[in-house]
């Protein structure tokens, strides 16, 4: 009987740093290369050697372009990846701008920590010579006895999940193993819903809101807009740390319809991101991925991502100089969990104001700035500064691009014909804090009758 290997090498016990290795038919292929973010130990983790030897991986399959799952493929490529990297168009195509826009923060990192920088951009144009593209709903051998079909996970532009049919050694019968990436918190406001898992035998899935759940769509908006006119009315500016791609975008789309409904003041919005704008002309190219409402709003003449007084804030001079602008004002800046890019600038000069607001719209990693904001902190510290917090500080769960508890478990309730759990003999719950991922396990155990577990880092698990 052929054995197949599963190896979580980094991705377990925390959210970020997806990087899983998948053992079979005498291939090696790894799904994902993230870089682990906002822990205090993160920047030496990133550093550390993977769990495998780099010139034996076959095959790279990437989920979707957020740095925690592509960040450390240049470094992958320099210790001597030689086979081919795969994803959907669209994550190819933001997985550059995420790269390129790492390199300046890992320059600056490396500078602060007399270190030499994780790669540079000459590293990173090495990376994509590699790189190949399979559409949604492909079936796609990679090589005899593997094959691949890409479903629509529903969390950011071309962000797919990645469904892999191993034929045993005699060709007859085969093992399915669904590997999730992150899911997408859908309904969304411009993406389709996340599809079913369908007959798998395996589930690699995340859970970064495996213990809690968000607030739903109508009450989220709501929420949005309250904030928006308190903060305005109060005269004051109202900051969001978003990140560069689906969440900025959805924000802009969001803002849009709050300003043509004229449900909100329409005054100065600066979208401070200048790898975010061109994130959205990425979006702008693919709206044949959008959902039937945005497509059709999209056809009646809105451009869904612009309003009167959006400006693109290109320059890093231009970015300072917004926040001394009199009067109130809508600031959308990367990134979202505050630990780099140009919020934290204007999180610096903003906290200590009671008029104003910093809105958190999505997970804060632990030991991020986000984090020590969302966790109720008066005092932090940006750029060697300590600066005491007197602005609102709200964080809005329901933005986040990611499912929550609740949809994570009907999620997995749609394995087999979506009335029962069909063949799925396992669950692995990775991407999480413990206590989320445990939490999700368990339910899953209790609630679907399914083995559902948490894995250990770098220890192999055998799949019959």
């Not at 990846?81 to 995420?98: H, N, W």
């Amino acid at each position: 009987m052929n054995s197949n290997k599963l190896t979580f090498c980094t991705g377990v016990g925390t959210v970020t740093g997806a990087n899983f290795l998948l053992e079979t038919n005498g291939k090696k292929i790894l799904v994902d290369c993230g870089m682990v973010q906002g822990e205090r130990v993160a920047q030496q983790q990133n550093f550390e050697a993977f769990g495998y030897d780099v010139s034996t991986i076959d095959y790279l399959f990437i989920t979707h372009a957020h740095l925690d799952h592509v960040g450390r493929i240049p470094k992958l490529v320099k210790e001597g990846f030689k086979g081919a990297i795969y994803s959907t168009p669209q994550t190819r195509d933001l997985a550059e701008l995420v790269l390129n826009d790492a390199v300046t923060i890992l320059a600056n990192e490396a500078k602060q920590n007399g270190i030499a920088p994780l790669y540079v951009a000459s590293d990173v144009a090495q990376v994509f010579p590699f790189w190949k593209t399979i559409e949604y709903h492909a079936n796609f051998e990679v090589a005899p006895g593997i094959s691949v079909f890409l479903k629509d996970a529903g969390h950011v532009l071309g962000s797919s999940m990645f469904e892999f049919t191993i034929k045993n050694e005699t060709g007859e019968g085969n093992e399915k193993i669904l590997f999730t990436g992150d899911l997408g918190n859908s309904p969304a406001p411009l993406l389709k819903d996340t599809e079913p898992v369908g007959d798998v035998d395996y589930l690699i899935m995340e859970s970064v809101y495996g213990d809690r759940n968000h607030e739903d769509r109508e009450t989220r908006l709501e929420e949005f807009t309250k904030i928006i006119n308190d903060t305005l009315a109060r005269g004051g500016t109202l900051v969001i740390p978003a990140f560069s791609i689906d969440r900025s975008q959805v924000l802009l789309y969001e803002l849009n319809n709050l300003v043509r409904d004229k449900k909100i003041p329409s005054v100065p919005v600066f979208f401070d991101s200048p790898m975010g704008e061109k994130a959205t002309d990425i979006y702008k190219n693919s709206t044949e991925l959008f959902n039937e409402s945005a497509q059709k709003q999209i056809k009646s003449g809105d451009d869904l991502f612009s309003f009167p007084h959006l400006t693109f804030v290109e320059s890093s001079r231009e970015s300072a100089g917004i926040d001394h602008l009199n009067g109130a004002k809508i600031i959308l800046a990367g990134s979202g969990m505050s630990v780099g890019g140009r919020v934290i600038g204007h999180e610096q000069h903003f906290l200590g104001d009671s008029k104003s607001t910093i809105l958190l719209v999505g997970y804060q990693s632990a030991g991020s700035l986000g984090r020590e904001l969302a966790d109720g902190n008066k005092k932090v510290s940006i750029h060697g500064e300590q600066v005491v917090v007197n602005a609102h500080i709200v964080t809005l769960y329901g933005y986040s691009a990611h499912k929550d508890g609740d949809h994570l478990v009907e999620f997995v309730a749609t394995a087999g014909d979506g009335k029962g759990k069909g063949n799925l003999k396992k669950v692995f719950v990775v991407m999480g804090e413990p206590g989320a991922s445990l939490h999700l396990a368990q339910r899953l155990n209790d609630e679907l009758n399914v083995k559902a577990m948490v894995p250990e880092r770098l220890k192999e698990y055998e799949i019959e």
